[in-house]
Structure formats: C-alpha cells, structure tokens
C-alpha cells in the first residue's frame, strides 16, 4: 500500500498517510481533517536531486480496482493494481513497477518545484489499454465488464534534461538521449492548484458537533443530531441513511447501499420479479408482487468473491427490519466503497443470481441499469472468533477478509 508524507497543515509536523485514507489525524496537535482530492487524487515521487527547478513531472496513470468479467461460460474475477504512463513518451518506461510501493510519496503542494504536464491519455483510455490486455486472455466472447470499486489516480515522476540526455531524478542517472523538443506536445498545468489535496474540518455542518468515522471512511457520522455525511467538491454534503435494529454490545454495523434502479432489458420491478428470475426455491408470497425491488451492494470493499456473495445475500433477503435514526454505541465498519461503484456491480450481481444462467448471460449486453435513489444503510452482524455472522440472513464474512478489503 502507498504511503505520503505530508505535513499537518494546523502546526506543521510530519504526517504519514495510507493511501486509503480520508482523515488526517495529527499525533502531536490531534488536529482531524477530512482530505478532499478532487476526481483524481494526484503524488508526485521524490527526487533525489538539489536543483529541483529545473524538473519536468511526467504524469503516470495509476489503476487499483476489482474487475468483474462476464462471458458465455460465466463471471470472472479479479484484483489489479497498474500503473500506465500517460504520454506519448516511447523512451519513458511504460511503468513505474513497485516504485510507489518502496518510496514515500507527496501530494502536489504550492511548494512543489519545477514544471508538471497533463496526461496526454485520459482514464478512458488507461481503461481501453486495460481493457485490451484483458480481451487477449480471453477464449471466449465477452458479454460484460465491470470496473468496480478502481481507484484511478495521477502520479508524477520526476525527470531532468542535461545536454540533449533525460535523466531519471529519482535515481539521478541517464535514461535516454532525447532532443529538446521531445517535450513539445504536452501541455502544462496552468494552475498547480487543481492538483493540490484540500482540507476541511471534521466538523458536523448541521450542529457544529465532531463527525465520527475510522480514517479510511468515505461517510462520516454525527452522533449528535445523527446525520451522515460524504464528501463533495464544495465540501461535505448529506446523504440519507439508517441503521438496522442489532445488539449493541457485540458485534459490527456493516454499510450497504440500498439501490432503487430502473432496469431496462428484463423484468425487474418487484421482490416476486427477483424471485422469479433466480429460480428461487421459495413460495411466492402474493405480498411480494406489490413490494417494491430494491439491490444491496456492500458499501465497502472487499474480494471479489465476498462482495459478490454479500450483495446476493442481502438482495434475496430483501430486508424489512423497523429502522431507527439514532446511532448505536457499537462500532461501525467504514465506508469504503462509493454508490457509483456499486451501481457498476448490479449487473454482475444479475448475472450471477440469474437462472438458468447461460441463457441470461446472453441477455446482459442488452439490460441497462440507471440509479434512482439510494440510501445508505448499517446492518448488524454479530461476532465470532473469526467471523462477522448476521443469522437472521444466514450471511457471513471472515474478519481477515473485512480488514484486508481495506487496503483495496
């Protein structure tokens, strides 16, 4: 997992970060801060050279995700994290390897030295490269893909020209010879700032009261006037949620997203239409044509496997629990996992329930999903030794497998 240097912008002392977190909190000043990176979060490696005016920042394009890959003979996974260079540099390495991983990274700060480019490539088309590469492992026809919970961020090497020669600044060593013209198409960042991390306070917008949360939560919560809150590009902004009733002493809450969605391709607008089209076992209630349809998606991440298994679990319960608005005392697992990404799953989900299922395989390039609202809700699960269980779904999930999903 990454690591950054920063330093706290209350009183200055050096902070380390993971990757994956969304709280600084200072060990000298207890300063806690939310970080608001933009679409992309953007590091820049650390040069080993003084003079660092003269640097050129060439821009890498980073992707860590889940991928979910549907054909005629089923559902593939799989974790990937790469790293791609994103301009049209053939004497650049076309990766950075497990540069990020051994060194400590930076964010881009107004005290960053020396020139940045813009990639030349957009995230589209790091997904097409990716895309590709994965299309040539295939030995049969691909009906769907789906990126899910990715992380595309922009990382910035640093390199120097000396006598018609790049040099690597990282290691301070000759690269390749290059003219001094080999860096004319690519464009300049015009403003510094639209890469710099920004930070506000953890403080509850509605009541003033200090928002809860680990440091890797997407979501914090007010205790107070018990309201949830994400970030957004002007700050924090609320979404709606509920807990589930559970045993407050034991145990976790875990997040899901509860999905209302317009489906196009098949029929899907009830609890009794989902039943019909998993084959499902059970009787039909009559209760069940009126009541409406909703996904559940785990709002964190976690391997492929679990989250597809969770994600049916909970939609085939559907659950009707009473809800309650005030928060309980146990802890909560964060939210690490965005409603849009979710959403990106729902058709993986189908694919995956759907019987029988190579006949509706052949249907997914025709279905299309649209989000109508959603919700974000906290279930209980109780504790074991080493898993999390929720009885009343017959679901289940390893703590270890809940704690590695973290650092996805």
């Known amino acids: 997992m990454w690591q950054i240097e920063h330093q706290c912008p209350q009183c200055g002392a050096p902070v380390t970060l993971q990757e994956t977190d969304h709280l600084l909190t200072c060990p000298f000043c207890r300063t806690r801060l939310y970080l608001i990176t933009g679409q992309h979060p953007s590091y820049c490696l650390p040069s080993a050279v003084s003079d660092a005016t003269d640097l050129l920042y060439i821009p890498y394009w980073r992707f860590k995700g889940l991928v979910f890959t549907c054909t005629d003979s089923g559902t593939a996974t799989k974790v990937m994290d790469t790293s791609t260079v994103a301009a049209h540099l053939k004497w650049m390495p076309n990766s950075l390897g497990v540069r990020p991983q051994a060194m400590k990274l930076r964010f881009i700060t107004p005290q960053t030295q020396g020139t940045m480019f813009m990639p030349q490539l957009s ?13 040539a492992a295939l030995r049969t026809s691909l009906l769907y893909r789906a990126f899910i919970g990715e992380t595309a961020s922009t990382l910035f090497a640093p390199f120097f020209m000396r006598s018609g020669t790049a040099f690597d600044a990282i290691l301070d060593r000759p690269l390749a010879q290059v003219t001094e013209t080999a860096f004319a198409a690519l464009k300049q960042f015009e403003q510094t700032k639209d890469l710099q991390v920004k930070f506000i306070a953890c ?11 680990e440091k890797e939560s997407m979501v ?3 205790r107070n006037c018990s309201s949830a809150w994400r970030s957004s590009v002007s700050g924090l902004e609320q979404i709606a949620y509920t807990v589930l009733p559970g045993n407050d002493t034991q145990g976790d809450y ?4 509860k999905i209302k969605a317009r489906v196009d391709g098949v029929e899907l607008k009830s609890r009794a239409d989902f039943m019909r089209l998993t ?4 009787l039909i209630k009559r209760q069940w044509e009126e009541r409406e349809f909703y996904f559940w998606s785990p709002a964190f991440k976690v391997s492929p496997e679990p989250f597809l298994r969770l994600s049916q679990g909970v939609t085939m319960v559907q659950p009707e629990a009473a809800e309650m608005q005030d928060i309980p005392k146990a802890p909560f697992h964060p939210v690490t996992l965005a409603v849009q990404e979710a959403v990106e799953s729902l058709k993986v989900v189908l694919a995956e329930s759907a019987i029988p299922k190579k006949t509706f395989l052949q249907k997914l390039p025709e279905i299309s999903i649209q989000i109508v609202s959603f919700k974000l809700v906290y279930v209980p699960f109780q504790s074991s030794a080493s898993e999390f269980i929720n009885p009343a779904m017959c679901l289940s999930i390893n703590k270890n497998t809940l704690r590695w999903g973290i650092t996805l």
């Open 279 to 282: 084959n499902a076992t059970q």
């Open 254 to 257: 875990l997040p899901f997203w």
């Open 123 to 135: 995230v589209t088309d790091m997904l097409k490269r990716i895309e590709e590469q994965l299309d």
């Open 203 to 213: 403080l509850c917008p509605a009541c003033g009261s200090d928002l809860d949360g």
């Open 220 to 222: 914090l919560l007010c």
